[in-house]
């Protein structure tokens, strides 16, 4: 491993203090945004909870695999910073630059092996992750939205990201999953967090 303890908590801390664009174009404050290692935190845990829902569920699953991608699939953005999607979409190569950087952060090979694993979707642990990571976004403009921010363009977005997601798993895993997943989806699910931000 090239990286040393040293810059492992740089890439943390660098994170930790990056807040993401999304939020910012948005107009939410820079102490109020969420950063890229809080946005790490949340999928890391909605990772946990739905990798363990389809083990539960008796399906072949790697959990450590999906937690150890879910706390390393934004550690490149310590390098390159949050990018919006929409300087994203006009790089045609954008995944492999990813890879790329995430490389040059001098993580073991195992570690370089499940990002791109995670970034191209090539398992289902990576499937997972992704949807996980597409979730906290979603959950995070649902909790914008409710403070008043104009999130709505990126909740249906999401919406439908996370759906195109769920119709691509495996049925199996999908239906381990559908307790979770649906009622978030609901049309009330912003709603839901007011009155459980407020009651």
Not at 173 to 199: K, M
Request: contains cysteine; hydrophobic residues 40%.
């Amino acid at each position: 491993m090239n990286s040393s303890l040293a810059d492992i908590i740089n890439v943390v801390d660098t994170l930790l203090n990056t807040p993401r664009i999304g939020w910012i174009q948005r107009g939410v404050s820079g102490g109020t945004a969420e950063t890229v290692g809080d946005h790490t935190l949340l999928t890391s845990y909605l990772a946990l909870i739905i990798c363990n829902s389809v083990k539960g569920a008796g399906i072949n699953l790697d959990l450590g695999k999906c937690i150890i991608m879910a706390l390393i699939h934004d550690a490149h953005e310590a390098l390159m910073g949050n990018v919006g999607n929409n300087v994203r979409s006009m790089i045609s190569n954008w995944r492999d630059l990813e890879v790329q950087v995430f490389r040059s952060l001098g993580f073991p090979d195992y570690l370089n092996d499940y990002f791109r694993e995670y970034r191209y979707e090539s398992s289902v642990e990576g499937k997972v992750v992704n949807l996980a990571d597409k979730l906290a976004t979603y959950m995070r403009a649902c909790f914008y939205s409710m403070i008043g921010y104009d999130t709505s363009e990126l909740i249906n977005n999401y919406k439908e990201l996370i759906s195109k997601i769920m119709s691509e798993l495996p049925p199996e895993i999908t239906r381990a999953i559908q307790g979770i997943i649906t009622p978030l989806l609901s049309e009330d699910y912003c709603l839901n967090i007011r009155r459980v931000r407020h009651d």
